[in-house]
C-alpha cells in the first residue's frame, strides 16, 4: 500500500488533505475522533501508480508531496465521497464533492508509513 503525505519544512509528514493526521514512521495512525465517528478513516492507494495520480492533481499547500509505502490495518468499505462536516476537516482548499473515490482509493482504521 501507499500512502500520500506532506513533508513539512521540520520533516514531519502529515495527511495530505484531511485532518492533519502525523504520521511517525514505524508508528500507527487513526483518524480524528470527529472524522472516525462518520465513518471517514485514513485512505491509502493500492498502487504506487494511484498515488502518483493523486500527487499528478495539485500541489501540497506549498509543502512537497510525498509517496510512502505503508501498511493498512482494518479496511473498511469506502463511504460516500463528501460527507457532511468533512471539509471542516480539511488540511487544504480541495474540498471532497460527491462522486467517486480516486481509483485504487483504500480505507483503513489504522496506516503505518514504513520506516
Not at 505503508?70 to 479496511?75: A, M, Q, T
Request: net charge negative; proline share 12%; charged share 20%.
Amino acid at each position: 500500500m501507499w500512502k500520500v503525505l506532506l513533508e513539512m519544512n521540520d520533516g514531519r509528514l502529515v495527511s495530505s488533505v484531511v485532518g492533519l493526521v502525523e504520521y511517525i514512521p514505524g508508528q500507527w495512525a487513526e483518524a480524528p475522533p470527529g472524522l472516525a465517528d462518520q465513518g471517514y478513516h485514513l485512505t491509502a492507494y493500492n498502487s504506487r501508480e494511484a498515488a502518483e495520480l493523486e500527487v499528478a492533481q495539485g500541489p501540497g499547500m506549498g509543502w512537497p508531496l510525498v509517496i510512502r509505502e505503508c501498511e493498512v490495518e482494518g479496511i473498511v468499505p469506502l463511504p460516500p465521497c463528501g460527507l457532511p462536516g468533512v471539509n471542516r476537516h480539511m488540511a487544504g482548499p480541495r474540498i471532497f464533492e460527491p462522486g467517486p473515490w480516486p481509483d485504487g482509493t483504500v480505507m483503513a482504521r489504522r496506516v503505518r508509513v514504513l520506516p
